[in-house]
T-cell receptor, first 107, second 114 residues
Framework: GEDVEQSLFLSVREGDSSVINCTYT??????LYWYKQEPGAGLQLLTY?????DMKQDQRLTVLLNKKDKHLSLRIADTQTGDSAIYFC???????FGTGTRLQVFP | DAGVTQSPTHLIKTRGQHVTLRCSPI?????VSWYQQVLGQGPQFIFQ???????GRGNFPDRFSARQFPNYSSELNVNALLLGDSALYLC???FGTGQNTEAFFGQGTRLTVV
């Protein structure tokens, strides 16, 4: 069946860039999403990319898509302590989520 | 405008009991989806409803059921609760079911089964 995989943890220093990676298997996905979840909260949509795009930039966020390798990444520039959360990638055809990457930002 | 609202926010039940979770979508949204998020994992799709009809079902046992009402609100029912049903249950609403329609999530209902 369809699957979405992510690395579990990422730790970065405040001010550095963070890169969170995701691989998916469903080639029919036309939209791929990044969600943020803070402790005890629901999911907040951060950004998304359409499958015919290679890159999308939205302020501090850059999404890169390699459709051939089914690889998606989220780059957060100038990472702040408020960015500490769990980040999920999801493919929209069935809204299947990855396991989430816990981003920890230290001063 | 109110976002997606879920009730209750927290719930403690005993094994074998049943539970009903409620979700009110954003005004104008006709699709509601339910997800189970076990601690440390990503959300798992349970059901999607659109215009009161079931449009999708995840890999969950028949103990899980749901319905959508004429006002597009929805209930998720779980019978014969097991300890493993302890999780955060998330509801998402969207205008439609297409891939380009954004899904908005509620804060979730945290169910603890003891």
């Amino acid at each position: 069946g369809e699957d979405v995989e992510q690395s579990l943890f990422l730790s970065v220093r405040e001010g550095d860039s963070s890169v969170i990676n995701c691989t998916y298997t469903d080639s029919s996905s036309t939209y791929l999403y990044w969600y943020k979840q803070e402790p005890g909260a629901g999911l907040q949509l951060l950004t998304y990319i359409f499958s015919n795009m290679d890159m999308k930039q939205d302020q501090r966020l850059t999404v890169l898509l390699n459709k051939k390798d089914k690889h998606l990444s989220l780059r957060i520039a100038d990472t702040q302590t408020g960015d500490s959360a769990i980040y999920f990638c999801a493919e929209r055809s069935k809204l299947i989520f990855g396991t989430g990457t816990r981003l920890q930002v230290f001063p | 405008d109110a976002g997606v609202t879920q009730s209750p926010t927290h719930l403690i039940k005993t094994r074998g009991q049943h539970v009903t979770l409620r979700c009110s979508p954003i005004s104008g949204h006709k699709s509601v989806s339910w997800y189970q998020q076990v601690l440390g994992q990503g959300p798992q799709f349970i059901f999607q409803y659109y215009e009161k009809e079931e449009r999708g079902r995840g890999n969950f046992p028949d103990r899980f059921s749901a319905r959508q009402f004429p006002n597009y609100s929805s209930e998720l029912n779980v019978n014969a609760l097991l300890l493993g049903d302890s999780a955060l249950y998330l509801c998402a609403s969207s205008f439609g079911t297409g891939q380009n329609t954004e899904a908005f999530f509620g804060q979730g209902t945290r169910l603890t089964v003891v």
